[in-house]
């Protein structure tokens, strides 16, 4: 098989498993609008993501000497493109929260890690995990801040995706080994996470109805050319390659979080224009993650 054949074939058996399990997810929201995510959402929040994030970190066959450098990369790419999606809002839109948010903040939780996963492994999952705790804490506090006038930073390290990601780097690096009674039932609840993660996005979508004219579509557009200049420029300043690389740079590019739109609901922050942005770039991605992802693989050799 050519190279071009393999790098297609790779695409494929990355975004197809995940556009199957979004899109089925979405259906089954439409046939049940009265559904319930309530549950869902706090099991994924406080005991399927945490079983996850902790288990791909305490892998003890992940290269830990780029922590420090992801970290850093993620907290750049967070802050930097919070400041320029401000100014374009600011410019274009008299500082819509709405629009500052859904192009500041992508999706790297319920639709990154399982891309990274999928795309590059558990190299990639690790890489993806820390951007995403990293990213979380601006975006629970920042967040927050934008669409109420008032941080409330302490939300992110309350919830227990920050401290299981702690714990998963202790025991990494203090050597500690887990017992198979603790390591068996942790293990079987973090693969329950990617699948649930996919389908609950695709219910919430479907309780997005429709896009209201075409701002939201440039809003989107903005959001994965914004996440794509800060990750293209996070790895040259950071000197990260190969699969760390381009982990970030697939995750800064996903399309708007949803959490974007509970944010605005919640305070009362044009949510219309942000639940309308959040589905335009989530169809976007169906267009610009394959290229992105042709152009990762296609570096990295098709390995």
Known sequence: MSLI?????????????????????????RLRKESDLRL?????TYIAAPALIFNSLVDRTLPYENFYLILGSSLFIA????????AISKKFVDGSPAATLTMAFMNCG??????????FGKPGLSTATIF??????????????????????????????????????????????????????????????????LFSLGIRLALITEVHGTLPWKLGMGRFIIGLGMGLASASLFSLAGVPAWAIIVQA????????????????????????TILAGTVLSL???????????LTLGGS
């Open 287 to 297: 267009v610009t993650l394959p290229l992105l992802l042709f152009v990762a693989f």
């Open 253 to 276: 590019s996903m399309p708007p979080a949803v959490f974007n739109f509970i944010l605005c609901e919640k305070f009362g922050k044009d949510s219309e224009l942000a639940a309308s």
């Open 40 to 44: 869902v959402t706090d099991y994924i």
């Open 132 to 197: 995403f705790v990293a990213m979380s804490l601006l975006h629970y506090s920042a967040g927050t801040a934008i669409a109420s006038g008032r941080g409330k930073i302490r939300d992110a390290f309350i919830l227990p995706l920050t401290p299981a990601a702690v714990l998963g780097i202790l025991v990494n690096r203090l050597d500690i080994a887990i017992p198979p009674i603790i390591a068996r039932p942790v293990g079987l609840l973090s693969d329950s996470a990617i699948p649930l993660m």
């Open 5 to 29: 054949g393999k790098v297609v074939s790779q695409i494929l058996a990355v975004v197809v498993p995940v556009f199957a399990i979004v899109g089925g997810g979405y259906l089954f929201g």
């Open 110 to 119: 319920n639709m990154g890690l399982p891309v990274c996963y999928f795309a």
């Open 79 to 86: 802050l930097g493109g919070l400041l320029i999606s401000y």
